[in-house]
């Protein structure tokens, strides 16, 4: 079955520790996605790929960093730069641009800072 | 720098009505809305989209009507069931760069009353 796959699915953080989330997908999507939800917010957008070793800044980007040297995966990590970093994270993946196709989502991981 | 406003926030409708969601952009030259479905705990998966070449588009009980002279659209749920309780989100692509980004509305808590 084709889809994302994004690991842990629940996660605990200390503060001040750095905190990576996985993200992989067999689509052969060229495309990846990292958004934050928060209640009443939205989906904010932190980094995006386009292609492999290549990605840019979304509107949230601080305190986050990214790799893309699969094409299929597209790790997040969370640093302790990051000041509020509790919140449910999606991963998602789409053909090219999104304008022209569905953007797929991962099942999102949770992360509580304890 | 909110580009799509989405109201309202939360929504309670009783089973066999109809639910309006609406969202209203700034951009105009946004060429495609999505509609985002989300149960709890999932990601989100797309619903229904339009194109701002036409008014309306239908899809079994779910309809977007758009208008462009308003810069809205909106999503019409009719025959509203339980199963349709879910977190609505409407979105629209943002280029930058030569890339783009889907940027999302602040999202709808539809809750259907049996």
């Known amino acids: 079955d084709g889809g994302i796959t994004q690991s842990p699915k629940y996660l605990f953080r200390k503060e001040g520790q750095n905190v990576t989330l996985s993200c992989e997908q067999n689509l052969n999507h060229d495309a990846m996605y990292w958004y934050r939800q928060d209640p009443g917010q939205g989906l904010r957008l932190i980094y995006y790929?386009?292609?492999?070793?290549?990605?840019q800044k979304g509107d949230i980007a601080e305190g986050y960093s990214v790799s893309r040297e699969k094409k299929e995966s597209f790790p997040l990590t969370v640093t302790s730069a990051q000041k509020n970093p509790t919140a449910f994270y999606l991963c998602?993946?789409?053909?090219?641009?999104?304008?022209?196709?569905?953007?797929?989502f991962g099942e999102g991981s949770r992360l509580t800072v304890l | 720098q909110q580009q799509v406003k989405q109201s309202p926030q939360s929504l309670i409708v009783q089973k066999g009505g109809i639910s309006i969601i609406n969202c209203a952009y700034e951009n105009t030259a946004f060429d495609y809305f999505p509609w985002y479905q989300q149960f709890p705990g999932k990601g989100p998966a797309l619903l229904i989209a339009i194109r701002p070449d036409v008014s309306e588009k239908k899809e079994g009980r779910f309809t977007i009507s758009f208008n462009k002279s308003a810069k809205q659209f909106s999503l019409h749920i009719m025959d509203s069931q339980p199963g349709d309780s879910a977190t609505y989100f409407c979105?629209?692509?943002?280029?930058?760069?030569?890339?783009?980004?889907?940027?999302f509305g602040q999202g709808t808590r539809l809750t259907i009353n049996p």
């Open positions: 998602a993946s789409t053909y090219g641009r999104p304008n022209t196709g569905e953007l797929f």
């Open positions: 979105a629209a692509p943002r280029g930058i760069q030569g890339a783009q980004k889907l940027v």
């Open positions: 790929s386009q292609i492999v070793n290549d990605f």
